[in-house]
Structure formats: C-alpha cells, structure tokens
C-alpha cells in the first residue's frame, strides 16, 4: 500500500472500525500500554486534561493535580466503553480535526497511538492548540514510519505511517514550542502468526480504504493467499522469526512533547 492510510480512509471508515473493536480492544492493547507509560515519564498535566483519540479510556488518577479528564473520540463505541470503566470522564464524539470545544478551555492535552488515523494533522494540531490555555502541555505518540517490519517481510501490505519529520512539520511553530521528540522502537510478542494479525485487527490497525470487513484477517491483511498451501508456507516462513519470547512484531513510536506559546 503506497499512499497513507490516514489518507485513504475516510472518517466513517474510522469510526466503524474502531467502534466494533472497543468491547475487547484491552485485550489487543499492549503496545498502547508500553508507549502510555512513556507518555506518563514526561508529564506533569493538571486541571482539565483532554485525551484525543481516547479510545476505551486510560486512567489517569495518578495524577492528582487532574481535576476533570475530557475523553474525544471519533467512534462513539469507544466512548460508551470510556462511560461504563470512567463513569466521571466527559465523553465528547468528535473529529480531532474539529474539536467542539472553547477556546483556552483545556490545561493539558494527551493523545497514545491515535492520531496515525488522522488525515490532516495540521488541522489537529490547531485545534488542539486553540483549545488549550498558554502554556498548556501536549503529549503525544504516534506510531511511526519503518513500523511492523516483519509484517513486510513475510509479503504483507503495510501502512506506510508517517516519519518524525513529517510529524514535526505540522506544528505551527508560531503557536507550539516543542520541548522533546524521540522515536521508539516497541516489540510485542505472540505465541503464533494467527493471534499476531488479530492483535492489529483487534486495535484497528488492519484499517484499509478498499478492505472488506471480514473474519479472514490474514486474506485483508495480505496480497492475497490463494489456499491453504500458501498459508503454510506463510506459517513456515513467519516461524523464522521466532524469539524465545514468540513471534515478534515492532512498532516505531513517535513521542513529542509540545506546549503552547505565551
């Protein structure tokens, strides 16, 4: 797949797929958790904190000097998972690129391995930066270009995720200040091939803009496998990799800390 994904699927698409992966997202979410408590090492949020792309919800309670936590998110089933595990978050169904919200209304921003899916990240980022008071934080993760590597050796189609670079350039450096950047290479592990590409089927990660929504993840996810026999051989080739740990598959994780001017 050559173009970006964020950019052949439309926010419909998006919002489907993720609402019918948020009853057992948790079970799919380990990179989420590992780049989470990174994001968490650098931050320092209070008063009201907005999650962009929040997904089922993270908790933020260890952080005491947060008094109200505001959870955005494209599909509303996420938000209803968000709703039954947070009952006191604010839920609000909505676009990154247009956040319904007042100007200077938010202390600190967040967003964990969302905004991959976003196809106009200048948009988002204004946004954001006009929601958020003078000197507000924003920390955020992306996933990154050169991710799922072994995906691509095995023949895969893979999504061709932005670089640092690219994601840097979209702040407008009138109104952001970047305080650190870093990118991250994060390895998961699964017992075999199958529980591997459900695991990105399950986060959302197989999203395609010409992809069929069906239970033959390995056919969506690939050129094609004409049979059996192909997906052997495809079994056989994927066990090369083996680690003690088990099949590996890494993310390259964009990290950025920013704050608002002024």
């Known amino acids: 797949m050559n173009q970006r994904v964020a950019q052949s699927v439309n926010g419909q698409t998006v919002a489907q797929r993720f609402s019918a992966a948020a009853k057992h997202y948790h079970e799919h979410d380990r990179v989420q958790k590992l780049s989470s408590m990174q994001l968490f090492y650098t931050m320092t949020p ?16 260890q952080f005491s000097s947060v008094n109200q ?7 509303q089933g996420m938000l209803e998972q968000v709703k039954l595990d947070f009952p006191d978050y604010q839920t609000v169904c909505a676009n990154a690129e247009s956040i319904p919200l007042p100007d200077n209304s938010i202390d600190s921003a967040y967003s964990n391995l969302a905004l991959q899916w976003c196809g106009d990240l200048s948009s988002s980022f204004n946004e954001t930066a006009r ?24 023949g895969f189609r893979v999504n061709a995720f932005r670089s640092m670079e690219e994601i840097l350039s979209h702040f407008d450096r009138d109104q952001w200040q970047i305080i ?8 998961v592990y699964f017992a075999d091939l199958k529980s591997l590409l459900y695991s990105i089927k399950g986060v959302g990660a197989s999203i395609h803009g010409n992809g069929d929504d069906n239970e033959r993840t390995k056919d ?7 049979g059996r026999g192909d997906w052997h051989k495809l079994l056989a080739a994927a066990e090369l990799s083996r680690t003690a740990q088990g099949l590996p598959l890494t993310y390259q994780i964009a990290s950025i800390s920013a704050k608002i001017i002024g």
């Open 46 to 61: 209070s008063g009201v904190m907005l999650d962009i792309g929040a997904g089922p919800g993270t908790d933020f309670s």
């Open 69 to 75: 936590v505001i959870a955005l998110d494209i599909a």
């Open 131 to 154: 929601v958020l008071t003078a000197g507000g934080e924003y920390h955020l993760a992306i996933v990154a270009q050169d991710s799922l590597p072994e995906l691509a050796e095995l």
């Open 180 to 187: 650190s950047f870093e990118t991250t290479a994060i390895s």
């Open 220 to 226: 969506k996810l690939s050129h094609g496998i004409r």
